[in-house]
């Protein structure tokens, strides 16, 4: 089994340990419905408890692609293209050049601030967390994976009036030993 399949593998046996699965959507129309009563159906007939909750509104910080797509453009603007074909090459010597330590960047950032929201009870008012990802990763101590505080986590279970169950400590478990 390659090392993507494991972690693959391992993620959703996390996920589906989850009970119930929160997913948060943006509030664009070419999405499920806000209250999404079909897709819920369907996942139930496939075993998964899954609540459809929406983005709070005005928050570009939980758009993971647009973290992406200014890394991208950034790139791309470097070249200063001055026709459709120059743009079109590029944009795709940008997307070959973006490094995954980029990418990693964008995905901890985007993280950091779900935190943050969680923390302050879904409120989008926040500022964004700067957590030295450079120094981090000059120091070898870069992490993959963010790991969310723990009361920060139980605080917003008790407010969705979730109760933690042994099933979500596992999960837990299984979510750091991944992660390691």
């Keep these: 089994m390659n090392q ?12 589906l340990e989850m009970n119930p699965i929160y997913i948060q959507q943006d509030n664009a129309r070419t999405h499920v419905g806000f209250n999404g009563v079909d897709f819920c159906q369907a996942a139930k007939e496939g075993g998964l408890n899954i609540i459809l909750k929406c983005q709070p509104p005005n928050s570009p910080d939980l758009i993971l692609d647009l973290g992406f797509f200014r890394a ?13 074909d120059e743009l079109v090459s590029a944009v795709m010597k940008a997307f070959e050049e973006f490094s995954s330590f980029e ?29 030295g990802k450079e120094k ?9 994976v963010w790991k969310c505080d723990r009361t920060i986590v139980q605080e917003a279970r008790e407010l969705l009036g979730d109760s933690p169950t042994q099933t979500s400590e596992s999960a837990a478990q299984t979510s750091e030993n991944a992660a390691e």
């Design 4 to 15: 993507r399949h494991k972690v693959d593998d391992d993620c959703l046996e996390f996920v």
């Design 72 to 84: 991208i453009q950034s790139l791309q603007q470097k070249g200063a293209p001055k026709t459709v």
């Design 103 to 131: 990418s990693n960047k964008i995905f901890l950032t985007l993280q950091t601030v779900m935190e943050k929201i969680i923390e302050r009870k879904g409120c989008n008012v926040y500022d964004v967390p700067h957590i």
């Design 136 to 144: 981090l990763d000059r120091e070898g101590r870069l992490p993959k």
